[in-house]
């Protein structure tokens, strides 16, 4: 296989994927989403750019995101403000 | 050694989070901005790690969240809780470290640090690191190298040695020209040296002369010295006679002291033990005795008490009694008087009856009336009833009055029993009882304070008699010792010991003469004044074996029975002017001594001068008052005499001892005051002892007395309370009593008024017979009715006395009872005051028993302090003597003392001398000749330095110390140099080492990283003149150095060049910060492989946004802002 430095492969969209997210979470019509059964079924890559889009919505204000105990559910609170 | 936790608070962008990390690889993620990369500096932080510029902060409390004081970093690993906290103030900021929950300084997290092998220059890689390392020249890359091979290390020891050659290298050049000095001075030296041993040699010659002239000296003064040391042998043997009499009076003083020592100690052993024991006994007794007297006292007290209650019972009975009787002798006229009302009541009735039916048969015309009649007659019974009810419960009214009454007057009796001022009487009596205590008390006081004043004076009058006593008898040793010789003392001594009988004493203890006569008497008495006088010639005899038998010398005895002298004195001779009298005539003695004064004497003349006594040549032997004798014989004594005269000290020795004897006797008259005083200050003690007793026990009463003061006062409060309780009572009863009087009279209203409606009825029933026979019939009724009421009356008044009579009975039973407890406490105190006098007469008994024994026991004490103060004479005696011994073992003591000084100034001179003697020692004449032709030729010489000689030597010396030194430092150049050697070459070995091994791991890395080739490299022979270079060729493409590659090529090679480091030298956890962000997405899923492989072996905290990164991680901790801007973070597993 050749690697080359000059032939960079197209970089992922995360723009493009944090709109898609969040329209398909409020297409979900609930206010309090959890992650894990956002997620489940999905593969690995699915559930990081998910993880990804949800931590960029939260930090725009989109929504927020509450933990108990780390690396267990995530509830996501969609924000009724949110455009 | 994984991180596990880390703990913000107020860190940065974090206000409070906890970031719990797992084993692997973890990948933080968040948008940008979120505080991603504060999580690695919260690292960086909490282990000091770098600087705030590394922190990414202008200075250290910028890493403090805005608006807060401080900030809070733990970090927990295995078995490590690590805790920094930095806090703001107005003077700056203070830096707190914590290890396991204890403060900690800085050295012990680098500690920490070391022990956890985290270096953390390779193993947490910031964001501009990577740009950092492919941006440095290529030294500046190969002192990475150097810092990881540990050159510093070498270079450090380098530099040491070289400062050390350098030192050396000084000390060199500074010896040699100490070398060149000291040689000059070494030759200058020499000259001076010669002509000074020259001189030393004469000097030395001068002082063998004058040795040899001293050894003369010395021979001489060793003559000396033995002839002192034979007299002083001589003088040693005279006192060790001396000393061995003292021993034996030493041991003659132990046994007589032990002896009275064993008296002494019975007698205190009597009065520590059973004169105690009897006299605590008698304290005893008599306080027994006392306390007895005393309960007799208060008994007594007490029955003459219960008989003055008894007394008052016995009244309130007699009246009881009597009332009864009276009640008694009322009753029984109440039942004649109703026994005759009911006989005349019946007779009334039945003559009533027969009239009513005499009546009823007139009336039947007038039945209506008389019905009538009939119903306001039984009206006017029922009324009469009703009184007759109300009259009832009106006497029971005044019947629980007079209750009441006698109740109270129970009470008031009670209130007047209860005698408060006989207490209050008594306090104040026992007050004034303790008032003269205590007055009595101050004045024993008073007394013993005088006696203890008079103790102290007597005491100190006979400390000042025996130190008088104690002067006295020294005084009187020294003339003892002046006079006698050994034998009379040894004879006396014998006397006074008892062991020789019938010896008077030395003929000069036998009398006394006139002061301005002693001289002559002592010159005319010569020797035989220490005669010694005895009884016969048997105590002679004895007393001259005693003397042989104790080698005690030789003495001179008069037998005053074979003294045979008859003296015809011429008495005209005294008429003679200058004739003072015959020396025998001048002696005050015991007339049966006379004899001996006789024999001493002769016809001995005194006269005033010796003109005087030329006149009497060949007549008389005369003496002259200043001591000049013109024997019979014409043979002359006289001249300067030193007064020592012998008779005047003996007669002092006589006057002394007088004294003495005159003191002791003073002294025991004021010993027998001071027991007087004594016994009397004691008898006090025991006196004041007894009134504090007194007082004490005063006081008790008087407490107890006021503890039965309360107790009445509570007693008489609460019958206060009863009675008013029953006066209320009383009062109710009253006014309960006025109502139904009230009701009884308007009742009697009533029945007058029927009484008067009857009269109206009968009077319309008017009829003679009828009139007449009702008017007999109403005055039978009236008769009838009165006879009722007086038997009603009387029946009262009888229920009133039987009920008075039964209280009055229980009131007699009461009192009988209270009676009977009297005389059972009256029989009680009476017997207790019999059995405490039957006491007291048995202690009293034993009492006299303790005294007698007390007595004999001090009899006792007497006889054996009788005995003691005889030894204690006996004692004394040989203390004289052994003053006397003392005085003269002193004397020799002095005489050796002096001898000794003579002979040690002797000894110390010829020890100063330190000589030996040769053999062949040259003669003083020749010494004396031969010194005084040196010290001609040592004149000759001029200024002469001596110390030259020595100075050769010591710059001799000096100068083969410096050049063996110089030696010395050559050696340690050579051996310096030798070493610097070594260390560059470990230093090259240490560096080359670490760089093939880098730059292998670094091969296989680029390798497995970028798909191609790689190496690192020197650019010269000498690695530490080189850079270092990377080199890197792509898959099928030529090779390229670091410095022509692109940017994602640099940080590919750069983060190869980085793990193979980390591979050289591993570490328990890495830390990237966004080292991937210049790669392009195929470069970061390989470089997340890579770390993912690698992440088997340590844990890995990548920061990144790349998505393949992420995709290779176990867990992904992601930052993001909450509500209040502040980080928040949240945590997911991806396996």
Wanted: aromatic share 6%; with cysteine; hydrophobic share 35%.
């Amino acid at each position: 296989r050749i690697v080359s430095f000059e032939n960079v492969p197209h970089e992922e969209d995360v723009e493009e994927k944090i709109v898609e997210v969040y329209k398909s979470l409020l297409s979900l019509g609930m206010k309090e989403i959890s992650f894990l059964n956002l997620v489940r079924g999905f593969d690995k890559p699915k559930k990081v750019t998910y993880y990804i889009s949800i931590l960029h919505l939260a930090y725009r204000k989109k929504l927020k995101v509450e933990q108990e105990k780390p690396y267990e559910d995530i509830r996501v609170i969609l924000n009724e403000r949110g455009d | 050694m994984f991180i596990r936790k880390i703990k913000l608070r107020n860190f940065k962008s974090f206000k409070k989070a906890e970031i719990e990390f797992r084993d692997n690889f973890t990948v933080i993620t968040g948008p940008n901005g979120s505080g991603k990369s504060n999580i690695i500096d919260s690292i960086l932080f909490c282990f000091g790690i770098s600087s705030s510029k590394t922190l990414r902060a202008d200075k250290l409390t910028d890493l403090i969240k805005h608006g807060q004081k401080e900030a809070e970093v733990t970090i927990e690993l295995d078995g490590y809780i690590v805790r920094r906290r930095v806090k703001k103030t107005d003077k700056g900021y203070y830096s707190y470290y914590y290890i396991n929950g204890k403060s900690v300084s800085y050295s012990d997290i680098e500690r920490l640090i070391e022990k956890l092998g985290l270096n953390t220059e390779y193993n947490i890689v910031m964001q501009g690191d990577v740009t950092r390392v492919a941006e440095m020249t290529p030294i500046q890359r190969r002192k990475i190298i150097e810092d990881i091979a540990g050159i510093s290390e070498f270079e450090e020891k380098k530099e040491k040695a070289l400062e050390e050659l350098e030192e050396v290298k000084r000390n060199i050049e500074k010896v040699e020209i100490t070398i060149k000095e000291v040689d000059d001075r070494l030759s200058q030296l020499k000259v001076e040296r010669e002509e000074a041993i020259k001189y030393k040699n004469l000097v030395e010659e001068r002082e063998l002369l004058l040795n040899y002239k001293r050894i003369h000296e010395y021979l001489r003064l060793v003559n000396t010295a033995n002839s002192l040391r034979k007299r002083l042998e001589e003088l040693n043997e005279e006192r060790d006679q001396i000393l061995k009499a003292i021993t034996d009076i030493n041991s003659r003083l132990v046994n007589l002291n032990e002896e009275v020592k064993e008296i002494v100690d019975r007698i205190e052993s009597f009065k520590d033990s059973r004169l105690k024991r009897i006299n605590e006994e008698i304290n005893v007794v008599s306080n027994e005795i006392s306390g007895l007297k005393k309960l007799i006292s208060l008994f007594s007290s007490e029955v003459e008490d219960l008989n003055r209650e008894k007394e008052k019972t016995l009244i309130s009975l007699q009246r009881a009694e009597e009332e009864i009787k009276r009640i008694n002798e009322e009753l029984r006229d109440i039942d004649v008087k109703m026994e005759s009302l009911e006989n005349i009541l019946n007779e009334k009735i039945s003559y009533l009856n027969a009239l009513k039916i005499k009546y009823d048969e007139i009336t039947s015309r007038f039945r209506a009336q008389r019905e009538e009649l009939e119903s306001k007659l039984n009206l006017l019974n029922e009324l009469k009833e009703k009184r007759t009810s109300l009259l009832k419960e009106r006497e029971k009214i005044l019947e629980g009055l007079r209750r009441i009454g006698m109740e109270i007057d129970d009470m008031e009796l009670s209130r007047e029993k209860i005698d408060l001022s006989r207490i209050f009487d008594e306090i104040a009596e026992d007050e004034r009882n303790l008032a003269i205590l205590k007055n009595e008390m101050d004045k024993l006081k008073l007394k013993l304070f005088e006696i203890d004043g008079e103790i102290f004076k007597l005491r100190d009058e006979i400390a000042k008699i025996d130190k008088e006593i104690r002067e006295k008898e020294i005084e009187l040793a020294k003339v003892s010792a002046i006079q006698k010789p050994r034998a009379v003392e040894v004879v006396l001594k014998a006397k006074e010991e008892g062991k020789l009988e019938g010896i008077y004493g030395t003929v000069s203890q036998l009398c006394s003469v006139d002061e301005k006569y002693a001289l002559a008497l002592e010159i005319a008495g010569g020797n035989a004044l220490n005669f010694i006088v005895v009884e016969d010639e048997d105590k002679a005899i004895r007393a001259v074996k005693y003397l042989k038998d104790v080698d005690g010398g030789r003495a001179s005895f008069i037998p005053l029975n074979r003294i045979n002298i008859s003296l015809n004195l011429d008495k005209s001779v005294l008429s003679v002017e200058g004739v003072i009298d015959y020396a025998v005539n001048l002696i005050e003695c015991d007339r049966k001594f006379r004899k001996v004064f006789e024999l001493v004497y002769k016809d001995a003349l005194v006269v005033e001068d010796i003109d005087t006594a030329k006149k009497f040549m060949n007549k008389f032997r005369v003496v002259t008052l200043d001591g000049d004798l013109i024997e019979k014989s014409g043979v002359i004594t006289g001249g300067s005499i030193k007064k020592k005269a012998t008779l005047g000290l003996f007669d002092r020795e006589r006057r002394l001892r007088e004294d003495i004897e005159n003191l002791k006797r003073s002294r025991s008259e004021l010993e027998s005051k001071l027991s007087e005083v004594e016994l009397e200050r004691k008898d006090l003690e025991k006196r004041i002892e007894k009134l504090n007793e007194d007082i004490t026990s005063l006081k008790s009463k008087i407490s107890t007395s006021g503890a039965k003061v309360d107790e009445f006062s509570k007693l008489l409060k609460d019958i206060e309370e009863k009675l008013k309780e029953k006066r209320r009572e009383a009062e109710i009863l009253n006014s309960k009593a006025l109502e139904v009087e009230e009701e009884i009279n308007k009742i009697e209203e009533n029945i007058r008024c029927i009484e008067r409606e009857v009269k109206e009825l009968e009077s319309k029933l008017k009829d003679d017979r009828i009139v007449k026979l009702n008017t007999k019939i109403e005055e039978i009724r009236g008769e009838i009715e009165r006879l009722k009421d007086l038997k009603s009356v009387l029946s009262s008044k009888q229920s009133s006395l039987v009920a008075k009579r039964e209280q009055l009975i229980k009131a007699i039973e009461e009192y009988k009872s209270s009676l009977n407890d009297l005389e059972k406490k009256i029989t009680e105190r009476l017997n207790g005051i019999e059995d405490a006098k039957a006491k007291i007469l048995e202690l009293e008994r034993r009492l006299e028993s303790l005294r007698e024994e007390e007595r004999r026991i001090n009899k006792e004490v007497g006889d054996l302090r009788e005995k003691r103060d005889e030894l204690l004479k006996e004692i004394d005696k040989l203390e004289k003597e052994k003053s006397q011994k003392t005085l003269a073992e002193k004397l020799l003591e002095e005489r050796i003392k002096d001898l000794k000084e003579k002979l040690a100034d002797v000894e110390k001179t010829l020890e100063s001398y330190d000589i030996e003697i040769p053999k062949d020692l040259p003669s003083l004449e020749y010494v004396e000749r031969k010194l005084l032709q040196v010290e001609e030729e040592l004149k000759s010489f001029g200024e002469i330095n001596m110390k030259a000689i020595q100075e050769y030597e010591d710059v001799k010396k000096r100068l083969d110390e410096l050049i063996e030194k110089k030696k010395t430092l050559e050696r340690e150049r050579k051996e310096i140099i030798e070493k610097i050697k070594r260390i560059e070459k470990m230093k090259k070995e240490a560096f080359l080492s670490t760089f093939n091994s880098i730059n292998e791991k670094f091969k296989e890395i680029v390798k497995e990283l970028a798909d191609g080739e790689g190496e690192i490299y020197l650019d010269k022979d000498d690695p530490f003149q080189s850079g270092l270079h990377i080199r890197f060729k792509p898959f099928g493409k030529p090779i390229q150095r670091l410095e022509a590659m692109s940017g994602g090529e640099k940080s590919l090679l750069t983060l190869a060049f980085i793990f193979a480091i980390q591979r050289y030298k591993p570490a328990p956890f890495y830390a990237f910060d966004e080292v991937d962000m210049f790669l392009d997405g195929v470069n970061v899923g390989r470089l997340a492989k890579m770390i993912k492989k690698l992440s088997k072996d340590a844990q890995f905290i990548v920061v990144s946004l790349r998505k393949p990164m992420l995709q290779e991680a176990d867990h992904v901790i992601g930052v993001t802002r909450g509500g209040e801007e502040e980080s928040i973070v949240t945590a997911i597993q991806l396996r």
